[in-house]
């Protein structure tokens, strides 16, 4: 017998977990735009957390299997909204990646397209029934994600577009990937890294270069880089009041990319490690949320959640402490920006739809 879904099958131990990252994610914001032409985005940050909670309700009451009846339809959506953003978007910094509408608001479609591919790939593998992973599976994959990935390298958006991998990945993983199938892609991707090199802008191959050699252009390509080791590094044990590197601003955009920097500048090694203990927390929840999903689609559907939320992580601190190459990619749930914040919550909202729907038959 069918049973309705209740609020009281929600995750909420994981909705708290959270909200006390956004919360640090608020407080440095301000901290670190106080005395700045963005003074104030802290109380921006605020209304999009908020607009992403009433959106995460929203989603998690629509039954997930509906969404991935309708995933083709979402998909076409995307990569039309990608097309307007090619053909319409404002051009900033040399890359169209927003759109802007009424009321003075910008939007980034690339962040939600990676909602529909989630939806798009769990849809695929869910449907494939056949216990081996064939080379056919791998080009359907690949086309899935491959397609809007495209398009938004061609915006230029390298960090985006790298963030549409995972979800192919893990669909791949969970879908039943061979070791030998493993290494035949790595090797083909490995061989196919010289023909990428050659079609990266200046900027990016510059910021592969300064990732390999740091100091050999200290106050140009590499001068991010070195001023987020000299504010990590500042922080100490417990955390800098002074914080020089981020309020005599020559720690980058503190308040997006760096934001993890400026936060360990002012809270040390103790707070760092207390943010990645939450960040750790959060995905261990999402993961248990994919171990007790009702079936195979929302297994698919939570661990490409996972797979998105960890890639962010891995990479933007690790290119704060340079272990990777800077690629704009932001920190889930602190950095500030409202499409990110959006994209995060929703993404939130298709897990809890999963998990309210445990029990129903």
Known sequence: MA?????????WALVGFVLIICTLGVFEIHSATVHTKFAGAHIKQVYWILGGLAGMLIMSLLNYH???EKVHWMYIGAVASLMTVLIFGQKYLGARR??????????????WVKLILILAVAKYFAEQHHKDLTWSDF?????????????????????????????AV???FLGGLHWKQAAVVLLLAGLAMPLAWHHLKPYQKD????????????????????QSLIAVGSGGLFGSSEESQTRLSFLPVPQTDFIFAAFSEGHGFVGAMGVLLLYFIVLMRLTQNAQTAPDRAGTFLVMGVVAVL?????????????FMPVTGIPLPL????????????????????????????
């Open 3 to 11: 049973r309705y879904v209740s609020f009281k099958d929600f995750d």
């Open 66 to 68: 509906m969404l991935l």
């Open 98 to 111: 927003w759109v802007k509408l009424p009321g003075g608001i910008h939007f980034q479609p690339s962040e």
């Open 139 to 167: 080009v359907k994959a690949g086309a899935i994600v491959g397609v809007p990935m495209l398009m938004v390298l061609a915006q230029p958006d390298l960090g985006t577009a790298l963030t549409y991998i995972p979800i």
């Open 170 to 172: 893990m669909g791949l």
């Open 207 to 226: 910021r592969l270069v300064s990732f390999m050699e740091p100091d050999a252009d200290a106050k140009g390509s590499g001068y991010q880089v070195k």
């Open 310 to 322: 960890t890639f962010h992580i891995l990479v933007n601190v690790g290119m704060v402490l340079g």
């Open 334 to 361: 602190m950095s500030y920006g409202g499409s990110s914040v959006l994209f995060m919550f929703l993404a939130l909202g298709m897990v809890m739809n999963v998990r309210m729907r445990r029990f129903v038959n």
